[in-house]
């Protein structure tokens, strides 16, 4: 089991990261703990394709005078990681730039506290 876990590694990682940063997002009241939490399950997911991609001993997929090398790594997942990153990163700068205006409006980034300012103008 322990050899199984070690070829599986950063699988095994990215799981608990994943975890970690689930966790996170549902436990944390306060909004900009819950954009980490989400950058955290991003990371996760963005190392579990990264890891899928790779091959033992396998080079970069350039052909070259050699030809074909049946040890190339996948350049897939590589390119829909660069990918989420761009996206991930939008995603945080937008997060918190709608937190700033919360913050300025109510005066506060807790949930529970924001949902209870946010009930009071309905009324």
């Known amino acids: 089991m322990l050899e199984t876990i070690l070829q599986?590694?950063?699988a095994v990682t990215a799981v608990i990261l994943f975890g970690i940063g689930f966790m996170n997002l549902l436990?944390?009241?306060n909004l900009l703990k819950k954009v980490v939490g989400f950058n955290i399950m991003d990371s996760a997911v963005f190392l579990l394709l990264?890891?899928?991609g790779y091959i033992d001993g396998g080079v970069a997929p350039i052909v070259g005078d050699r030809g074909?090398?049946?040890l190339y790594i996948n350049p897939i997942p590589s390119g829909l990681v660069l990918t989420g990153?761009?996206?991930s990163v939008s995603i945080t700068a937008f997060s918190l730039a709608l937190i700033q205006r919360i913050y300025r409006r109510y005066g506060t980034i807790e949930l529970w506290e924001l949902l209870e300012r946010a009930g009071k103008e309905d009324d």
Do not use: C, G, K, T
Request: charged residues 15%.
């Open 8 to 10: 599986n590694r950063f």
């Open 50 to 52: 990264a890891s899928l």
């Open 85 to 87: 990153i761009v996206v």
């Open 68 to 70: 074909f090398d049946p």
């Open 27 to 29: 436990l944390q009241q």
